[in-house]
């Protein structure tokens, strides 16, 4: 089952974002994870029950590019 949070969050220069967590879980255990911030909450919102609609249909299929950082 998927499902999305929104937290609030202050950023340094003290302005509010609204990152937004969307989850799929099966047996317990996280099968699907991705968040992403807005300046507003309701574009937060918008997105997360855009994507959760996406994840329980099966379509959210493409695997990102994981990014390794390191020291030069």
Same mark, same amino acid.
């Given at each position: 089952?998927?499902? #999305? $949070?929104i937290e609030k969050r202050k950023i340094a220069s003290?302005?509010? %974002?609204?990152?937004?967590i969307v989850r799929e879980k099966?047996?317990?255990t996280i099968i699907h994870n991705e968040s992403k911030? #807005? $300046?507003?909450?309701?574009?937060?919102?918008?997105?997360?029950?855009? %994507?959760?609609?996406?994840?329980?249909?099966?379509?959210?299929?493409e695997k990102q590019k994981t990014v390794t950082l390191s020291r030069c």
């Open positions: 089952m998927a499902g #999305f $949070t003290d302005e509010l %974002r609204y990152k937004c099966a047996n317990g911030t #807005f $300046t507003q909450k309701a574009l937060a919102e918008r997105w997360g029950r855009k %994507r959760v609609l996406l994840v329980q249909e099966g379509r959210v299929t």
